[in-house]
């Protein structure tokens, strides 16, 4: 009865999802992350200068809209090169590759690069709410994608394996049309990482913001002034 009670609910759809992603890729990439960027920085010394940025920077946009060349997506947004592939052999498939591609995001006359890719799952979670078969609302998708992000963290922030190697970005975008909102979101944190105190410029002053999200509390807010306010927890 349970079962069938979380099922009707769809409480079990972003878990599994969230639980599928982590074991079936994120645990066989992530460990390998940073020995690529090392690599990539050696053969080129002036592209990643800092490491604090030597992860995999993964979007999480909670309207899962997900678009495959983040090139259309931002035209801030260029495609460098592709890392060093891993090969390995999984559930009868030989010699399977992951490989993660490598960014130049543009900041006015300066040029940031970091590994940057979509969280997947989330097609996933678009797709049953165009299907009617899935009964899967906007609302629920909604739900559904603030639920993947809680329990991606909280799997990652558990994980030894993982422990530094990545960057989740959940967003959600405004009702406006912005043509450059994801790539001054990627840089808003990439410009976090590079800072020990990690203050945000907002309006006129510095603080630092709480990065942490509850269990039961999500709520995403896009800066007026040229960077992106970070996550709040103060309310859902």
């Not at 969230?18 to 690529?36: C, D, H, N, Q």
């Not at 030989?94 to 970091?114: F, N, P, Q, T």
């Amino acid at each position: 009865e349970i079962s069938e009670m979380s099922e009707r609910s769809k409480q079990n759809v972003a878990h599994g999802l969230a639980w599928s992603y982590y074991i079936g890729y994120l645990k066989i990439v992530l460990p390998r992350v940073k020995k690529s960027m090392e690599e990539f920085s050696r053969a080129n010394p002036n592209v990643l200068a800092c490491r604090e940025t030597w992860k995999l920077h993964i979007l999480v946009p909670l309207n899962c809209d997900i678009c495959d060349d983040l090139e259309k997506a931002d035209s801030n947004i260029q495609y460098v090169t592709d890392l060093t592939e891993t090969t390995l052999t999984r559930a009868g498939t030989k010699k399977r590759v992951y490989k993660h591609s490598l960014y130049a995001i543009r900041d006015e006359g300066k040029l940031w690069h970091c590994a940057v890719e979509y969280a997947t799952p989330l097609q996933s979670l678009y797709a049953m709410s165009q299907d009617e078969c899935a009964a899967f609302s906007r609302e629920d998708r909604l739900e559904q994608a603030k639920l993947f992000y809680r329990t991606l963290e909280e799997i990652l922030k558990g994980s030894k394996e993982c422990a530094g190697t990545y960057r989740l970005i959940a967003y959600q975008e405004s009702g406006e049309a912005e043509t450059h909102f994801l790539s001054r979101y990627i840089l808003w944190h990439l410009w976090q990482q590079t800072h020990e105190e990690y203050a945000v410029y907002e309006g006129n002053q510095l603080h630092n913001p709480s990065m942490s999200l509850s269990s039961t509390e999500l709520n995403l807010q896009i800066s007026e002034s040229d960077l992106p306010q970070p996550l709040r927890s103060d309310c859902f």
